[in-house]
């Protein structure tokens, strides 16, 4: 009998229990309800949750087979929809109370809260003064980030530009090392053969162009005691070289100008000291045309041979036409070229 009670007593309990959660799981949904789709609704649910709840309890309601695990999840199903819900209604309550008596604390609330976009748009509105102040800072902000920011990709651009120049800087000075390193070999192996045309001079005169621009070259860097060693020989053994074969190929020219004259009724030579005057005799020669054809021809090798005059004239009878080409440097002096400017290597 005694357990019979007791059961019955927690049986009691329980039903109240079931009761509670329904009704607090009523109130929840109908507040977010209320607050989410209509108040109608809201009213709706909080007193059909309501009635479900005491008439189950009562045990007027045999349909509805309470058990713990329901009541459980329909109570917590309703604390996770309804308690936000009415956090946004206390906020929405409280915002509308602040805009009502108070914009300045309005306006702080919204931006406490987070919602920027809101905030601007009601500033905008209830206070445009502000809001066009607000506008300008943040224009400034963002002129003044932005002129960082350009400030910043200049110093980089200008970090990259130097790193390129130093790169380049010691790519340059890897293959001019390199190049000074074999220029005495290649000097000692050059096959240079007694010219038999206009051209194989042309090719001669690349190659002493070649020799003097590393020896030129050379004054850009810092070189060590060994690269300096082997620059002064380069340039002694150079210079040795034009000595020796300049006049012989002023000569070669005038022999080659001669048989090229031949057809013309010409000739050619290559006369005093030196061999640095360059004499040529044809009957065309009576046509400033053929004169001027010529001159503009040759001058550039003639330049880099040194040769200091070219003269013209139709036969041995008649007077010349004489053109000085330069003061040309002695044969001996390495002479770095631009185009037909000479420049003395050092």
């Known amino acids: 009998m005694a357990g019979q009670t007791t059961a019955t007593s927690r049986a009691r309990k329980f039903k109240i229990g079931e009761m509670l959660a329904w009704v607090v799981s009523g109130v929840l949904l109908s507040r977010f309800a209320f607050i989410s789709l209509a108040p109608w609704v809201g009213v709706a649910i909080g007193i059909s949750f309501g009635a479900l709840g005491v008439l189950g309890a009562l045990g007027r309601l045999q349909f509805i087979a309470f058990r713990r695990w329901r009541t459980a999840g329909l109570f917590w199903l309703a604390l996770i929809i309804g308690v936000p819900s009415t956090q946004d209604f206390a906020t929405r309550t ?56 350009q400030a910043a990709q200049v110093a980089v651009d200008r970090w990259g530009r130097q790193t390129a120049i130093q790169e380049l800087a010691k790519a340059d ?39 003097a621009e590393v020896i030129a070259e050379a004054e850009e860097f810092d070189l060590t005691d060994e690269q300096r060693a082997i620059r002064s020989d380069l340039k002694s053994r150079l210079a040795s070289l034009q000595k020796d074969k300049f006049p012989a190929w002023r000569d070669a020219l005038a022999s080659i100008m001669k048989k090229d004259l031949w057809e013309h009724d010409g000739t050619a030579s290559a006369t005093g000291p030196g061999n640095r005057t360059l004499e040529l005799t044809a009957p065309k020669y009576v046509l400033n045309a053929s004169i001027q ?46 185009d037909t400017i000479p420049n003395e290597v050092q």
């Open 173 to 211: 000075y890897a293959d001019f090392s390199e190049r000074l390193r074999d220029a005495p070999q290649r000097l000692e192996d050059a096959q240079l053969k007694p010219p038999q045309s206009v051209r194989d001079i042309d090719q001669l005169l690349r190659v002493i162009d070649d020799f």
């Open 293 to 338: 054809d010529d001159y503009r021809l040759y001058r550039r090798t003639l330049l880099k041979l040194r040769f200091t005059s070219m003269s013209f004239r139709p036969s041995a009878e008649d007077g010349e036409t004489a053109y000085r080409l330069s003061t040309a440097p002695a044969d001996d002096k390495v002479i770095y070229w631009e």
């Open 94 to 149: 409280e915002l509308a109370d602040l805009k009502a008596t108070s914009t300045s604390a309005y306006l702080q609330r919204l931006k406490e809260l987070g919602q920027e976009g809101r905030w601007l748009s009601e500033l905008q509105s209830l206070d445009p003064q502000a809001y066009r102040s607000e506008m300008g800072r943040r224009q400034l902000e963002k002129s003044a980030a932005e002129t960082k920011r």
